[in-house]
C-alpha cells in the first residue's frame, strides 16, 4: 500500500510541464485560435511533432512495438499536464484511450504508425452525439456543430457502447479536468496579486481569498479520486467503471466551481476574449459534458453503491 | 502507487477486527460529555490499554506498538467499522502525544507518553482565551518565571474535556512585555494543582464537555515546559498541525457515517427528495476521497515528508463533509429529526452528531481562518490587511 507516484513518474510529468510551459503557452492558443477565424485547423504540425518526440505517443504502447510500455497511471498524469496546458492535439484521445483501447481488443498492426505520430485514432461512441476531431466543422461545409471551445473541431458521433472505450475516455477527461482546474485556479490567483483597487491587491480581500481556497479545496480532493480511478483501472478492478464515475463527478466539479470562480475574480477582465482564461473555461465545460455528463456517471455510482454492488463502510477504502 | 494491502497488512486487519469485535461495547455509551459518559469512556480507553491499541504507531517504549501510518490507518478503519467510542483522550494522544513525541525530552516522553496511550492520564487542551479564539497570538495569561516554578495567572476557555479531565496542556506567555507570537511557552499542568478553577460551559447540546479554567497564581515546575521558554508558538503551530492534518479525524469516522447515511436513505427512500439522494452519493464519494488523500498523506509522511499548510485543506474538507452529511440525515429524518430519543427509545445520533457537527467547521481553528492560511501559505496571496 503506497498512495504516490513514484520519483519516476513525477520527474516525467514535471518534464512534460516544463516542456509544454516552454512551447504551449497562451500566445500558442491565441495563434491557433487566429488560425481558425481565418477559416484554417486550429493546429500546428510543429506541437504534434514536438509530442511524438517526446515519446508521448507511445507511452502506453508495449515497448516491443516501440514505446515506452507505461501504464494508466503514467497516463493519467500526463493526462492531467495536457489539461493544465490546454492542449487541443489529439495526444489523450489518441495515445492515452485509444492505444489502451486498441491493446484490450488485442489490435496492435496500427500500434507503429501511432507512435510515428501518422495515425489518429477515431473513438466512436454512442455515449457521445458528437466528437473531437482536428478539421473545423466550416471546412467540411457543416455549419451546425461549432463549440464553444474555439480549439475543439467538432463532427457527428456515431458509434457502438463498448464500456471499455467509455471508461477510458471518462477516466482521462476526469485527467485533463483537475489538470484544468489547476491552470485556471493559478489564472486566477496570479491576476489576484497584480490587479489593485481599494489600495491593495484584490487577492489580500478575504472575499476573493476565501473563494480561491474553495477552488483549493475541490481539486485537492478530487485529485486522489482520479489517481485512485487510473490505478484501478490499471489493475483491471471489477470496481474500476464505478471510481471513473467518481472521477468524472468529482473532476468535473472541481473544474466547474474553479472556472466560475475564476472568471469572477477577473472581474469585467474575466468576461472579455483578451484574458486566455477562456480557452481553459471553454475546455473545462466541453469536457464536462463528453464521456458521459456530470448525472450519467452519478447515475452510475448511486448504481452501484445505493444498489449494493459495491461494499461500503471504512474497511472497504479500496474496494 | 500500488493500492493494495500486503499479507501482513491483511492479517494485521483480521488481527484487529477480532479483537474490536470481542470488547467494543454492543450499546452505545453515553456521551462523554457528561460525568457519566466520560467515565464509561475513560474505563473504553483502559479496555483498549489491556488490549495494547492505545496508540498503536508510538514506539513500544512509551506504550505503543511501534506500527506505521498504514498499520494506524486500518486499526482506525477497523476502530470505526466496529463503532468503537469516541477518544475520550484524543487531546491527548492525537495532538499532544505527537508534539511531545517531536519536541518533548527523553524524560518527558517516559513520563507523560506511557500513561497517556493506556489512558491512566486524561488529557484537556487550553488554547482559547475569551480575548484569543481564532486570533490565537493574541494570548494575554501569564506564566511568570519564579526559580523552578512558572506561576500561572490567567483564563482559558473553551477547553474540550477540561471539565473532568487530569492533565491540560496550552501556551502562555512567559515574557510579559512580549507581543504576539513572540514570548510564549508551551506549558503542560496538572489540573488539580492549587489555583484551578474549573468552570463547566454547558454547551448546545445541553451537556457540559468542555470548561472555563481560571489561574489564580498557580505555581508548575519548570520541567513541565515543552520545548525553549519562548518556543510555544512553533510548538503549537505543530500541534495545531497534528490536529488539522492527520491524526485528530481519520476518514474511518467519515466513512462510517457514510454507510449508516446510506443506510437510513434506504430506510426512507419512499419520503425522500432527489436532492437528498444526491447528497447521499456525496457523502460517499467525499469520505472516499477523504479517505484516498489520507493514504496519500500517510505515504509521504512514511518516506520522510512533512504535512505542512496543506493540513488546512483538510480540515475545512473533513469539517464541512461531517456537517453536510448530517444535514442530510436531518433532513431524511424529517419530523422525527428533532427528538433527542426515538419512539423506541433509542438515541438520536443523527440529531446529537449533527449538533457536534456544527462545532467542526469552528473547533482547530475556525475555516475563515483556514481559509486565510490556505489563500496567503498555499497560493501566496498577500497577507490581511498587506498594502
Redesign the interface.
Known sequence: ??????ED?LTLAETVRDYLSGTHGPEVLRRLDAAKEQGNAPRDPAIWNGLIEMGLTGLLVPEAQGGLGMGL?DAALIAAECGRACVSEPLVDTAFVGVPWLLAKGETDQLAAIVAGEVKVPLPHAINPWVADDTPSRLRGNGELVSVDPLRCLSKGTGGDDPHLLNLAALMSAAQLVGLADAM?SQA?EY??IRTQF???I??F?G???Q???C??AI???K??V??AA??MQ?GLDSAPLHVS?AK??STDAAMLTAETAIQVHGAMGYTYEVDLHFWMKRSWALAGAWGSRAFH?KR??KA??GGAQP???????A | MNLTYTPEQTAFRAEVRAWMEAHVPKEPLVTLECREGYDQHVEWERTLASGNWGMVTWPEAYGGRGLDLIQWLIFEEEYFRAGGPNRANQNGIFLLGPTIMEFGTEEQKKRFLTPMAKGEVIWAQAWSEPGAGSDMAAISSKAIRDGDHYVITGQKTWSSRAAFADWGFGIFRTDPDSKRHKGLTFILFDLNTPGITRRPIRQLHGDTGFAELFFDEVRVPVENCLAGEGEGWNVAMATAGFERGLMLRSPGRFQATAKRLVELYRKHEADASPAAREAVMQAWMASQAYAYNTYGVAAKIMAGGKIGAEASLNKIFWSELDRSMHRTAMALLGAAAELKRFEDGSVNQWLEGYIFSLSGPIYAGSNEVQRNITAERLLGLPRVGAG
Open positions: 500500500m503506497d498512495f504516490r507516484f513514484s513518474q497511471v485556479l490567483t489576484a496579486k489600495g491593495q491587491p487577492g489580500a478575504q476573493i481569498k476565501h480561491l481556497a474553495s483549493a479545496v485537492e480532493f478530487a486522489p479520486v489517481w485512485r490505478a484501478a489493475d467518481h463527478v468529482a452519478l455510482v448511486d453503491v445505493l461500503i463502510g471504512p474497511e472497504h477504502t479500496f
